[in-house]
């Protein structure tokens, strides 16, 4: 297994360590699963291509990464101002998502399961204020996927780094700001050494969902039991990790206001309404400029404008009337 994340990196990196650990155990050896961190045997942004090309037999990322590779394949990762990983759960497992997302990846040869979420995102550590949409230009930020096509659209320049290398282009300033998950991972990675402001909510990836891929010839020959073996592993972990995110980060972040040393701030109003009408823009580019992308986006936003309904009475009223 060829992963995108650092070495034993908590979440995400232990998750799939775990995945794989599930499998070995549960399939009493017949399945023997090794995990390789980033750029131990491929770059972190070359998973797709490696199981696809089958170089290594699973990866386990997110799927903005391969952007270039499939462009349409971000739906399935996080968008800007999309659905929050239970939204996006609901319509992967019973909104047709998940049917889309593997017929997206057909031609390139890869089966495709979901391995968990991030849960709500933080926007990002600053080193300079964001108090008016004119401040996003000039802004060099390490931000992936379409929200780094948004920040682009409002003046900043996006920059795409993997995570092993955030602190240093922070620390060393080679970029002003940058994304990363929440306050579990982030202060993991010492974000908070290295910038004063932090910022929410995370308007480009409401909560990634994590892509367990794997090269289609070697699915196909699994035999059946063995194949129901890594489908339960997947699931197991699709529901274990948005938990463990939901308590470490409410961990970390009053960890954050103990210590005192950085700002924690919401972003203005006239930041959010520009970031919201850039994201728009780019989102109607892409579709109508990729027809796989078109087809799915508007699975995508149906079930949205459907499950939001749901949330104003359900859930959004639950937690208002919590107080």
């Known amino acids: 297994m060829v992963t995108t994340w650092p070495p034993n990196f908590p979440g995400t990196g232990t998750s799939a360590t775990l995945l794989a650990e599930t499998i070995n155990r549960a399939s009493a050896g017949r399945i023997r699963v090794q995990v390789y961190a980033a750029g131990e045997l491929v770059p972190p942004f070359e998973v797709f291509n490696a199981v696809s090309a089958g170089a290594a037999e699973i990866g386990h990322g997110v799927s903005y990464y391969w952007k270039a590779q499939v462009e349409a394949a971000q739906f399935f990762g996080a968008i800007p101002f999309g659905m929050t990983p239970a939204e996006s759960s609901a319509w992967l497992h019973y909104g047709g998502g998940m049917e889309l997302w593997r017929e997206l990846y057909e031609p390139f040869g890869v089966m495709v399961f979901t391995g968990g979420n991030t849960g709500t995102q933080m926007g990002g550590w600053f080193n300079r204020e964001i108090n008016s949409p004119d401040d996003l ?128 701030r919401p972003f203005p109003d006239s930041v959010i309404a520009e970031l919201r009408l850039r994201s728009q823009e780019v989102i109607d580019e892409l579709v109508a400029r990729d027809e796989n992308a078109a087809r799915i986006y508007a699975s995508y936003a149906a079930f949205q404008q459907q499950v939001n309904e749901w949330l104003d009475i359900g859930e959004r009223a639950a937690v208002a009337a919590r107080g």
């Not at 780094?148 to 300033?173: D, K």
């Not at 929410?200 to 196909?220: K, R």
Request: aromatic letters at 10%; one cysteine or more; hydrophobic letters at 35%.
């Open 137 to 264: 230009k000039g802004l060099k930020m390490r931000i992936p996927g379409l929200g780094g096509e948004v920040l682009q659209r409002a003046g900043g320049t996006p920059v795409m780094l993997p995570g092993g290398e955030i602190y240093t282009a922070m620390q060393t300033g080679s970029v002003d700001a940058t994304e990363w998950v929440g306050p579990y991972n982030d202060v993991g990675f010492g974000l908070h050494e290295v910038a004063q402001y932090y910022y929410y909510p995370g308007w480009h990836e409401p909560g990634a969902i994590l892509e367990v891929s794997i090269n289609q010839e070697a699915w196909d020959a699994l035999p059946e039991d063995l194949q129901d073996i890594v489908k339960s592993a997947c699931g197991h972990m699709d529901s274990l990790l948005g938990a463990e995110y939901s308590a470490r980060n409410a961990q970390f972040l009053q960890q954050l206001r103990n210590e005192g040393k950085i700002e924690i």
